[in-house]
């Protein structure tokens, strides 16, 4: 089985610095996706950024980036020029690649909280 | 695209009595996602469908819940005899194709009096 942990239950940044949260993970698979999901205050979830493990490149999207280390099984995620709208819980997601059980499904950390402060 | 849809977004119920969730999907997204979350945790996995087969269901989906996905569309998830334990928010995602970003509802949050 797959777990997914973020070591960090809250953060907080000034606008427009940066902050990276943290996430581990523990698998035994070779093959399969990164997720970070952001969800806003009574909100519903959306993607962040997606990584996948086969690729070497770290994922970018705009002032979004990752840090992606597949030996220490470590996925981190970079906000750059935070905004008042970054403020919300993310979580990081771990889905397996390939056939058989689980395929598809997410496994999720337990979330960051995020305060981006003006 | 109107994106994934659920109904009610609250519900309040006593303890045992029966509650029916319903999501829609985006339309031609095959596979459709049941997680629930708990104040201030992650998602937790609980069934996912592939057009109309219900392909897995975690072991968090105890005999009293059902779900279930006629014709490949929108789908149902049922607690039957409600415990104050399941009081959380039921999140529906969907995806077109197996390794696609899955997109999230805005979730249905029962409260078990």
């Known amino acids: 089985a797959q777990t997914v942990t973020q070591s960090q239950p809250e953060m907080s940044v000034q606008e427009a610095e940066t902050v990276t949260l943290s996430c581990t993970y523990d698998?035994?698979?070779?093959?399969?996706?990164l997720f970070w999901y952001k969800q806003p205050p009574s909100r519903q979830m959306i993607l962040v950024i997606r990584q996948e493990a086969y690729k070497q490149q770290n994922a970018t999207e705009n002032r979004f980036s990752v840090n992606f280390q597949k030996a220490a099984k470590s996925f981190s995620l970079k906000i750059s020029d935070s905004q008042l709208g970054d403020t919300a819980m993310y979580f990081c997601a771990f889905m397996k690649h390939g056939g058989g059980t689980s395929y598809g499904k997410l496994t999720f950390g337990q979330g960051t909280i995020l305060t981006v402060h003006p | 695209d109107t994106g994934v849809s659920q109904n009610p977004r609250h519900k309040i119920t006593k303890r045992g009595q029966n509650v029916t969730f319903r999501c829609d999907p985006i339309s031609e997204h095959n596979r459709l996602y049941w997680y629930r979350q708990t104040l201030g945790q992650g998602p937790e996995f609980l069934t996912y469908f592939q057009n109309e087969a219900q392909l897995e269901k975690s072991r968090l989906l105890s005999d009293r819940f059902s779900a279930e996905r006629p014709k490949g569309s929108f789908s149902t998830l049922e607690i039957q005899r409600t415990e104050q334990g399941d009081s959380a928010m039921y999140l529906c995602a969907s995806s077109y194709y197996i390794t696609d970003t899955q997109y999230f509802g805005p979730g249905t949050r029962l409260t078990v009096l």
């Open positions: 698998t035994s698979e070779n093959n399969y996706y």
